[in-house]
């Protein structure tokens, strides 16, 4: 297999968002959701928008010069939660490896950067898996576990979350150098 590079997310990258949200909402089991879905939807919606202002970050995989996964970190709050939200300051992961391309391991290579990236702000990262998606056993090797209250669709990784102590810093984020990326 030719070389996989890794590039980082931009805020342009919106379409790419929009199609792997597409495909993660439709992993298991017969399509469930439409493009115009995706789009009308807020709490679909909210995962096409990368903004690097609030403290989220990206990668896209590509080979042969396009683009073939993607993985995402936002941080998405209680105000707007998206189906991974555990407590403000926790962003949410998404990864979308597009058909033809899984079982290549670049899932795995994806998730460890955007993780590595997340070890390296002190970040906790949660995600929405759905129970019967083969995803679920990466995200435990890699050292998610099932969110105590939502065990069959949400994982959480990093130190042990004490939510009562999280919630009462509401909109904390992670401080950023300015001109400094994430990697």
């Given at each position: 297999m030719?070389?996989?590079?890794?590039?980082?997310?931009?805020?342009a990258d919106?379409?790419?968002?929009?199609?792997a949200?597409?495909?993660?909402?439709?992993?298991?089991?017969?399509?469930?959701?439409?493009?115009?879905?995706?789009d009308?939807?807020?709490?679909?919606?909210?995962?096409?928008?990368?903004?690097?202002?609030?403290g989220?970050l990206?990668f896209?995989a590509?080979?042969e010069?396009?683009?073939?996964?993607v993985?995402?970190?936002?941080?998405?709050d209680?105000?707007?939660p998206?189906?991974?939200?555990?407590?403000?300051?926790?962003?949410?992961?998404?990864?979308?490896?597009?058909?033809?391309?899984?079982?290549a391991?670049?899932g795995?290579?994806?998730?460890?950067?955007a993780l590595?990236?997340?070890?390296?702000l002190?970040?906790?990262v949660?995600l929405?898996?759905?129970a019967?998606?083969p995803?679920?056993?990466?995200?435990?090797g890699?050292?998610f576990?099932?969110?105590?209250?939502?065990?069959?669709?949400?994982m959480?990784?990093?130190?042990?979350?004490?939510?009562?102590?999280v919630a009462?810093?509401p909109?904390?984020?992670p401080?950023?150098?300015?001109?400094?990326?994430?990697?």
């Amino acid at each position: 297999m030719p070389e996989v590079v890794l590039r980082p997310l931009e805020p342009a990258d919106e379409h790419l968002l929009r199609t792997a949200t597409h495909v993660n909402l439709n992993r298991v089991g017969p399509e469930r959701f439409t493009l115009a879905d995706v789009d009308r939807r807020p709490d679909l919606r909210c995962y096409t928008v990368l903004d690097p202002d609030r403290g989220d970050l990206g990668f896209a995989a590509r080979l042969e010069g396009r683009d073939v996964g993607v993985v995402w970190l936002q941080f998405l709050d209680a105000s707007a939660p998206g189906h991974g939200f555990v407590a403000d300051g926790v962003p949410e992961l998404g990864l979308c490896v597009f058909s033809g391309y899984r079982g290549a391991g670049i899932g795995g290579l994806l998730l460890d950067e955007a993780l590595a990236a997340a070890d390296r702000l002190g970040l906790r990262v949660s995600l929405s898996v759905e129970a019967g998606n083969p995803a679920r056993r990466l995200y435990a090797g890699r050292g998610f576990v099932a969110a105590p209250d939502r065990p069959d669709t949400t994982m959480l990784r990093g130190r042990p979350l004490d939510l009562r102590r999280v919630a009462s810093r509401p909109g904390r984020r992670p401080a950023r150098r300015a001109g400094r990326s994430p990697r």
